[in-house]
């Protein structure tokens, strides 16, 4: 099984839908990232968080939200979704307890299409 | 704020022909550097990381990079590339200073191996 786990892998919508998009991890990990792929763009971190009670805004953060449901489990939500957040994403984990280097540890991303 | 710049958006090569991945970076702080690679319908993983010590690190499949402080460049090689090398390959850096934290992407180099 997976370290990192995201469903759905798919998921196909309408614009205006809310869209949940999940993550669980069974690293041990403490800090757990969501970040968004366009082609050419690399990656972009949308919401990072610490531990459980501790949610920061990445760099793209508008039109989302988060929630830290335990340490093991992350999710996006896209309250209403637009087109232009068609992409794919990616959630992330890190293990910062010790020296941290940053060394991230992905899932097999979840591809969003909003029609 | 740091950066990073992969040079090269698409590298076609031939299978047994050697390859570089070029990435330069800038930041005002000491960093982490990382190259990920993504193969198709999967997540990224690390491919290989320098930390400190030997500026030029190795990865198990044979490739390797190697750290430039006066260039501020972090340049991928691998001297015989195989049909399974084609894949995405992603540059990163991350703020030494945070514990690693904050990954910053480069918009990634799409490497083509051809028979």
């Known amino acids: 099984d997976a370290d990192v786990t995201q469903t759905p892998r798919n998921r196909i919508t309408k614009t205006g839908k809310r869209i949940m998009l999940e993550c669980s991890q069974t690293?041990?990990?403490?800090?757990m990232y969501w970040y968004r792929q366009d082609p050419g763009l690399g990656l972009r971190l949308i919401y990072y968080s610490f531990d459980v009670k501790d949610i920061n805004k990445g760099e793209i953060s508008d039109g989302y939200s988060v929630s830290r449901q335990a340490q093991a489990k992350f999710s996006l939500s896209l309250e209403s979704a637009i087109p232009n957040q068609t992409a794919l994403y990616f959630c992330?984990?890190?293990?910062?307890?010790?020296?941290?280097?940053?060394?991230?540890?992905f899932g097999e991303g979840s591809r969003l299409t909003v029609l | 704020a740091q950066s990073v710049t992969q040079l090269d958006s698409q590298v076609p090569v031939f299978e047994e022909a050697p390859v570089e991945l070029r990435c330069n970076y800038s930041?005002?702080?000491?960093?982490?550097l990382f190259w990920y690679v993504q193969y198709p319908n999967q997540g990224l993983q690390l491919l290989l990381k320098y930390l400190s010590g030997s500026t030029l690190v190795e990865s198990i499949n044979g490739f390797e990079a190697e750290f430039n402080k006066s260039q501020t460049s972090f340049h991928l090689r691998k001297p015989s590339v195989h049909i399974s090398d084609t894949a995405e390959y992603f540059c990163a850096v991350s703020d030494k200073g945070t514990g690693g934290f904050k990954t910053i992407f480069g918009a990634g180099t799409r490497l083509f191996v051809k028979a």
């Open positions: 992330a984990t890190s293990d910062h307890r010790g020296l941290g280097t940053g060394e991230l540890f």
């Open positions: 690293k041990g990990h403490d800090r």
């Open positions: 930041s005002s702080v000491s960093v982490y």
